[in-house]
């Protein structure tokens, strides 16, 4: 089973940009679709991004669509997501996630098979 693991995390002002990259290791990442998602404090597990199986289709969430950008490196089996114009209400934990499904785009959190541990974005103001 794949393995992931995020990193790219920190502390930043509002307007800053951020590159968010998760690693794969177990499975090859353009054999799955891969989500984005963010959980604040206090809030639900939220989508923000996600890639087709082999990249050809993203899907975004109305409040990061034109701001973040997901794409995948096969030759680094990663997965990025770039975020530019950050926002304080950015602030999260942001998880990356697999699933071998063919079923795009996936939105739920609960479709997806495999998640990253997390890490840490802060936008102050």
């Known amino acids: 089973q794949v393995h992931l693991v995020e990193s790219g995390g920190g502390l930043v002002q509002a307007g800053d940009s951020l590159r968010l990259s998760c690693a794969a290791s177990?499975?090859?990442?353009?054999?799955?679709?891969m989500g984005w998602f963010r959980q604040a404090p206090g809030k639900e597990r939220e989508f923000d991004a996600g890639?087709?199986?082999?990249?050809?289709?993203?899907k975004y969430s109305d409040s990061v669509k034109g701001r973040f950008t997901i794409s995948r490196d096969n030759a680094k089996n990663t997965v990025n997501q770039q975020m530019n114009s950050l926002k304080p209400e950015d602030t999260a934990v942001y998880y990356c996630?697999?699933?071998?499904?063919?079923?795009?785009?996936?939105?739920?959190?609960?479709?997806?098979?495999?998640w990253g541990q997390g890490t840490q974005v802060t936008v102050s103001s």
């Open positions: 996630a697999a699933d071998r499904t063919l079923t795009f785009p996936k939105v739920e959190g609960t479709t997806y098979g495999y």
């Open positions: 177990g499975g090859t990442v353009s054999n799955y679709i």
């Open positions: 890639i087709s199986r082999f990249g050809g289709s993203t």
